[in-house]
Nanobody
Framework: QVQLLASGRGLVQAGWSLSLSCVVS????????AAWYRQAPGKQREFIAA???????NYADSAEGRFTISRDNDKNTVYLQIDSLKPADTAVYYC???????????????WGQGTQVTVSP
């Protein structure tokens, strides 16, 4: 069983920076892709950024410039740095991991429980 636990400061002010972390635990062979999504009130969940096991990163167009994804493979942890926070960044942030349990098998997708980020004006 693979579990993802996301955490980060919940209430911040506009203009601040914030770092979210997501720890992937359990038995698996490799994290193929780790990603962050968010869901604002009344909106659909949207993709923010992804980081592959090879080190390549991919960002949504709306995330370019203020969001930075990174990960520490030794700690099985993926991070999301958000700079110059805006009230519009208020959302529940979810981490996702495509994990391969054994070499040669297709990966399975797992979601964290989400962590609330509220940006005050």
């Amino acid at each position: 069983q693979v579990q993802l636990l996301a955490s980060g400061r919940g209430l911040v002010q506009a203009g601040w920076s914030l770092s979210l972390s997501c720890v992937v635990s359990g038995r698996f062979y490799i994290i193929c892709v780790a990603a962050w999504y968010r869901q604002a009130p009344g909106k659909q969940r949207e993709f923010i950024a992804a980081d592959t096991s090879g080190g390549a990163t991919n960002y949504a167009d709306s995330a370019e410039g203020r969001f930075t994804i990174s990960r520490d493979n030794d700690k099985n942890t993926v991070y999301l740095q958000i700079d110059s926070l805006k009230p519009a960044d208020t959302a529940v942030y979810y981490c996702n991991a495509n994990v391969r349990h054994t070499a040669g098998r297709p990966p399975n997708s797992y979601w964290g429980q989400g962590t609330q980020v509220t940006v005050s004006p």
